[in-house]
T-cell receptor, first 111, second 115 residues
Framework: QKEVEQNSGPLSVPEGAIASLNCTYS??????FFWYRQYSGKSPELIMF????GDKEDGRFTAQLNKASQYVSLLIRDSQPSDSATYLC???????????FGQGTRLTINP | KAGVTQTPRYLIKTRGQQVTLSCSPI?????VSWYQQTPGQGLQFLFE???????NKGNFPGRFSGRQFSNSRSEMNVSTLELGDSALYLC??????????????FGPGTRLTVL
């Protein structure tokens, strides 16, 4: 089992709809969770981080964390073509003191 | 505040050569991590440096090494290059001290091509 798993996609969503990206992790001791966006040929850019169970909203983005289910998700409301990118879920392992990334989900927003 | 900078941005080397990549973290950040990104393996952790000491290391051969200087700038070295070392090498910095949220900020990366 991979430490951090994401559906690689591609995920295709019409413009204006809600895009839902999911991630599961294996280490129950993980405390910090991150979503990065990576455009083709560019480096990862931080979108959000979340530490507590529940929802955290920032503009059109909402991160959701459920530690009991070891599940974290990212919702993008009113999706725009500029949201087309690969989204990387990352989990910080306190014990190992390292950030572990999922393989990323490629998202395409169709005009 | 300036972001993480990496030099060079692009590099072409041949098998057997060695290469040194440089990373300057965000001002005030004391921790620098290095990652290798390839289409097949995704983002793989190489190592992290804090206060000139390697704090953690990923599962890479000894050909991959690094160091950090007193001003927190870091270098990564790869010796005896192999074709499989072709990748995007990313540096990320974080505060690394009390109050740190573990949030890492990435530089633009160095694209290494080994021929």
């Amino acid at each position: 089992q991979k430490e951090v798993e994401q559906n690689s996609g591609p995920l295709s969503v019409p413009e204006g709809a809600i895009a839902s990206l999911n991630c599961t992790y294996s280490d129950r001791g993980s405390q910090s969770f991150f979503w990065y966006r990576q455009y083709s040929g560019k480096s990862p850019e931080l979108i959000m981080f979340i530490y507590s169970n529940g929802d955290k909203e920032d503009g059109r983005f909402t991160a959701q964390l459920n530690k009991a289910s070891q599940y974290v998700s990212l919702l993008i409301r009113d999706s725009q073509p500029s949201d087309s990118a690969t989204y990387l879920c990352a989990v910080y392992h306190q014990g190992a003191q390292k950030l572990v990334f999922g393989q990323g989900t490629r998202l395409t927003i169709n005009p | 505040k300036a972001g993480v900078t990496q030099t060079p941005r692009y590099l072409i080397k041949t098998r057997g050569q060695q290469v040194t990549l440089s990373c300057s973290p965000i001002s005030g950040h004391r921790s620098v991590s290095w990652y290798q990104q390839t289409p097949g393996q995704g983002l793989q952790f190489l190592f992290e440096y804090f206060s000139e000491t390697q704090r953690n290391k990923g599962n890479f051969p000894g050909r991959f090494s690094g160091r950090q200087f007193s001003n927190s700038r870091s270098e990564m070295n790869v010796s005896t290059l192999e074709l499989g070392d072709s990748a995007l090498y990313l540096c990320a910095s974080r505060l690394g001290v009390a109050g740190d949220t573990d949030t890492q900020y990435f530089g633009p990366g160095t694209r290494l091509t080994v021929l």
